[in-house]
């Protein structure tokens, strides 16, 4: 229900959200029990200790367009799912393409012409234009009972995922706490503030090496043509 509060609201404001969104990981801690709601690809992850090593165990899932249940959704729902095409070589046939990128839902921006664009997720705030292609703003939420081998709970958006993995993005925290409390480190005598500016911090050393990589050019970069419907897409409002 607050979910759907907030797509409201963000839908009802004076600004454009047809084309812009957000996504959304939250905790809920009651006693031992954790309740965790995830939008898009925002994620929880549970540090754990197995077998005396600290170890990730997700406790949420992407909501990615290729993902089978959501594709079957967006497709019910009139809506594309596929990869932008590299252009790599012409053929009898026509261009000869290669997948770039992730799956994307295909829209256009205004219906029947314009510029098509692609949302790399199937569930977000805001995006109102394909929420009626199947973008939903509806959580996945999971339940988890804590036990003596957790350690610590992550929930972070893109910013970290993008250029982090969830087992490294563990064991960065666990380096950090080990560092300033020791291995054996009790609740109560880290900063989950200082653990949470140390994995930023690791997060957006890696994107400026990324950035520092010479770009890879390409010939040309197309919407797939057979996921692009020829006739306009639904007005959603």
């Known amino acids: 229900r607050a979910f759907r509060a907030v797509q409201s609201d963000v839908s009802n404001?004076?600004?454009?959200?047809?084309?812009?969104?957000?996504?959304?990981?939250?905790?809920?801690?009651r006693g031992?029990?954790?309740?965790?709601?995830?939008?898009?690809?925002?994620?929880?992850?549970?540090g754990r200790v197995h077998n005396g090593a600290i170890v990730a165990v997700a406790l949420t899932s992407d909501h990615k367009p290729d993902r089978p249940d959501e594709q079957r959704r967006i497709l019910a729902c009139g809506g594309q799912v596929g990869c932008r095409q590299l252009v790599v070589g012409h053929g009898a046939n026509g261009p000869i393409t290669l997948p770039l990128g992730p799956p994307r839902i295909w829209y256009?921006?205004?219906q029947s012409h314009g510029e098509t664009m692609g949302l790399a997720?199937?569930?977000?705030?805001?995006?109102?234009?394909?929420?009626?292609?199947?973008?939903?703003c509806e959580p996945e939420?999971?339940?988890?009972?804590?036990?003596?081998?957790?350690?610590?709970?992550?929930?972070?958006?893109?910013?970290?995922w993008d250029v982090i993995d969830?087992?490294?993005?563990?064991?960065?925290?666990?380096?950090?706490?080990?560092?300033?409390?020791?291995?054996?480190?009790?609740p109560g005598s880290w900063d989950p503030a200082e653990a949470a500016n140390v994995l930023a911090m690791a997060?957006?050393?890696?994107?400026?090496?990324?950035?520092?990589?010479?770009?890879?050019?390409?010939?040309?970069?197309?919407?797939?043509?057979?996921?692009?419907?020829?006739?306009?897409l639904p007005n959603p409002f």
């Open 13 to 29: 404001r004076n600004f454009d959200a047809k084309c812009s969104g957000a996504t959304c990981v939250l905790a809920l801690v």
């Open 32 to 46: 031992k029990h954790v309740q965790v709601a995830n939008l898009g690809d925002s994620r929880g992850v549970l």
């Open 108 to 110: 256009r921006r205004n």
């Open 121 to 136: 997720m199937s569930r977000s705030f805001g995006d109102t234009i394909v929420h009626g292609l199947g973008v939903s």
């Open 141 to 160: 939420v999971t339940e988890h009972v804590v036990d003596g081998s957790d350690r610590f709970l992550i929930v972070a958006t893109d910013g970290i």
């Open 166 to 186: 969830t087992n490294q993005a563990v064991q960065i925290v666990q380096a950090h706490i080990a560092r300033v409390a020791g291995d054996g480190a009790a």
């Open 203 to 232: 997060a957006r050393r890696r994107r400026v090496r990324r950035r520092r990589r010479p770009a890879q050019r390409a010939r040309s970069c197309l919407p797939p043509p057979s996921r692009v419907p020829r006739r306009p």
